[in-house]
């Protein structure tokens, strides 16, 4: 009798732990530090800590997609000039609670006030185990670093609180890209669109396999350029998670971290993201034919205009799940 009360007692304890941790994955748990609650460098650890738990749970690309958007909110995560940041082991700030526009510099080689390289010595204080790095940026200050491993791609991170300075004078690193068969400006028609979106697919998913992503920040980059060979007026890249999360977005910087309606449909009825990003994450690549609104033309608000739309899929680093890279063309309906 005692040995079956103790074998339910403890199969009783484990179902327990196990929704804990499936509490903790989906992200339903609350910080037990949250950024308005640091005060001292105790506080500021448990912060830092306590994101590295929730972050490390994370395990699909929609979830990870989500956790840009969720790290630049004021709340739980951010509070004022309290935040954290997901570095690359590169250097380059992946996801940016207080200042989106640092996720396209390398801040390896920035210095404080009295020339710390506060970066470099945050990395090694998380090499360490974790540790503080105090650095003066006006005033004195303290960041908390520690490294992590992606619950979704299995690769090395380094998480990082208290760490907030200008880094506007970074230069940004834009990838010496070969020009491609077809550049934006040559989109003109189907066939074109195919090559420039597949070869730019190439070109990205390379960078998403790079050795801890070290060539994605500078793909990212060269995408954003107008003018250049990836983006020219309204043809520009996009990539989302496969249930529609904006990872990438080559127009519209905001957007990324920010889920896309799925069940959004067009003037025509047409769901645009179900068919076209839902269509290539089963398919492994769709056209569509829908109505969206194209800056060049005054008027076509809320009729949108007829644009031609064509995406490809590709799974993420180990894991099953699909990300979707894709672009479009407005187009003459005559041609249609």
């Keep these: 009798m005692k040995k079956n009360t103790l074998q339910l007692r403890l199969k009783s304890a484990s179902k327990l732990v196990a929704l804990a941790a499936l509490f903790t994955a989906c992200g339903s748990a609350m910080a037990a530090t949250t ?5 001292d460098r105790e506080t500021l650890k448990a912060f830092v800590e306590t994101g590295k738990a929730h972050i490390s749970a994370i395990t699909t690309p929609n979830e990870a997609g989500r956790l840009r958007q969720k790290l630049r909110t004021e709340g739980e995560w951010k509070s004022g000039s309290m935040f954290l940041i997901v570095f690359l082991k590169s250097g380059e700030p992946f996801m940016h609670g207080g200042d989106q526009a640092a996720e396209s510099r390398n801040l390896l080689g920035v210095e404080d006030d009295n020339g710390k390289l506060v970066v470099q010595e945050l990395f090694a204080a998380a090499a360490q185990g974790g540790g503080f790095v105090d650095y003066h940026d006006g005033e004195s200050k303290t960041a908390y670093a520690v490294e992590y491993i992606s619950g979704v791609t299995g690769r090395l991170f380094v998480l990082v609180g208290g760490y907030s300075q200008d880094v506007s004078h970074v230069p940004i690193h834009v990838a010496d890209l070969p020009k491609p068969a077809v550049s934006a400006s040559e989109v003109i028609d189907r066939e074109t669109l195919i090559t420039f979106v597949e070869e730019a697919a190439r070109i990205y998913r390379e960078a998403v396999f790079s050795e801890g992503y070290s060539g994605l920040t500078g793909v990212r980059n060269a995408f954003r350029v107008e003018g250049g060979y990836w983006k020219s007026g309204s043809i520009y890249l996009w990539v989302v998670s496969g249930g529609g999360v904006t990872l990438f977005h080559g127009s519209e910087q905001y ?3 920010k889920p896309t309606d799925m ?3 067009d003037s025509k009825g047409v769901k645009i993201a179900e068919e076209l990003i839902g269509g290539a994450r089963r398919e492994g690549k769709k ?3 829908y109505h969206y609104d194209n800056p060049a033309i005054e008027g076509d608000e ?9 995406a490809i899929s590709f799974k993420a680093p180990n894991t099953e799940h699909k990300v979707v890279i894709g672009s479009g063309i407005y187009i003459d309906t005559n041609s249609q």
Excluded: D, I
């Design 35 to 39: 950024a308005g609650q640091v005060v």
């Design 255 to 257: 957007r990324e971290g």
């Design 263 to 265: 069940m959004r449909t």
């Design 287 to 289: 056209f569509l034919n």
């Design 302 to 310: 809320q009729t949108g205009s007829p644009k031609l739309g064509y």
